[in-house]
């Protein structure tokens, strides 16, 4: 399986955007999906995360700020973030787990990782 992640890029502070992340493969059923940031010299940490029947969980920074959504047909995930400040800018990793086919068997995927997509948040 593959993780595609879209939709970075510069923007100012107080702006918005948003990223989408589309996983490709064979006999898919996905788990939880979303968002991991790291930003230079720092740590990857979590950004948000939902689950396959919609829970979600957010980082405290970013909480009341972004907004994470999915559609488990179409294996994707959307990370709708505003009011976007400094602090914020990093490279964003679209993350999942669940099953799929794998070289002709069915199995566990483990962690998937994509590779990553780029925010800049600058006046």
């Known amino acids: 399986v593959q993780l595609q992640a879209s939709g970075g890029g510069l923007v100012q502070p107080g702006g918005s955007l948003r990223l989408s992340c589309v996983a490709s493969?064979?006999?898919?059923?996905?788990?939880?999906m979303g968002w991991y940031r790291q930003a230079p010299g720092k740590l990857r940490e979590l950004v948000a995360m939902i689950s396959r029947g919609g829970a979600t969980k957010y980082g405290d920074s970013v909480k009341g700020r972004f907004t994470i959504s999915r559609h488990n047909a179409q294996n994707a995930v959307w990370l709708q973030m505003s009011s976007l400040k400094p602090d914020d800018t990093g490279v964003y990793y679209c993350?999942?787990?669940?099953?799929?086919?794998?070289?002709?068997?069915?199995?566990?995927?483990?962690?998937?990782w994509g590779k990553g997509t780029l925010v800049t948040v600058s006046s």
């Open positions: 993350t999942t787990g669940g099953h799929g086919m794998v070289n002709g068997q069915y199995k566990d995927l483990g962690e998937v």
């Open positions: 493969g064979s006999d898919l059923s996905l788990q939880g």
